[in-house]
């Protein structure tokens, strides 16, 4: 999953929160400078990340991309789903999506003086373009992939990859709504699990 979905299944925890958003971009070297709880935030982004990888729904979206996107696909996967999470946002949460996003980006600017420079330079870009809610839209997930392709080492042509959105939207949105309450689950239990 993509940050849309890391930020909202951290429950209402703002520690947990910050070290869910913090996932990718801390390496286990710098987590006994963080607080314990930032650290289970970030325990929590790589058990989503285990669990979601090694679901059979998940990987039936993947495959559908392998053939243009090979090592890739996983990625892509992500960020369509963090496109449904968007697009079916109100199954999933009471609270009006742009209102969520807003709540994020003044909570993550809280704690900026803990966030190594990628995820501060990754919170600018997030604020800037509105992310969070634009998610929700083809231009939105355009501009992320945009940007992941500039990134890659190589021509990965992720930034051609709306096309195969479009064109299987209806199947990666009944994987993504088959998916997703799996996942929520889990993180709830993990959650529960580990306070």
């Avoid at 935030?41 to 059979?56: K, M, Q």
């Avoid at 195969?164 to 997703?180: G, R």
Wanted: hydrophobic share 40%; net charge negative.
């Amino acid at each position: 999953m993509n940050f849309l979905a890391h930020l909202l299944l951290s429950g209402n925890d703002e520690k947990l929160t910050i070290g869910n958003y913090l996932g990718d971009f801390v390496r286990s070297v710098h987590l006994k400078e963080l607080n314990p709880q930032i650290v289970k935030g970030v325990e929590l982004h790589h058990a989503i990340d285990f669990y979601t990888d090694a679901h059979l729904v998940f990987q039936k979206s993947v495959e559908r991309l392998r053939p243009s996107y090979r090592k890739y696909s996983p990625v892509l996967t992500d960020i369509f789903y963090d496109y449904f999470l968007a697009r079916n946002w109100s199954e999933f949460s009471n609270q009006p999506l742009q209102e969520f996003a807003f709540k994020m980006y003044e909570l993550l600017n809280r704690y900026e003086s803990v966030f190594p420079p990628k995820a501060i330079r990754f919170l600018q870009f997030l604020e800037r373009y509105n992310v969070l809610y634009n998610y929700g839209n083809k231009e939105g997930i355009q501009r992320v992939l945009n940007g992941m392709s500039k990134r890659a080492s190589f021509n990965s042509k992720m930034d051609e990859a709306v096309e195969e959105l479009k064109e299987f939207e209806a199947d990666f949105n009944a994987e993504f709504m088959a998916f997703f309450p799996d996942l929520l689950h889990f993180c709830e239990k993990w959650i529960a699990d580990h306070e």
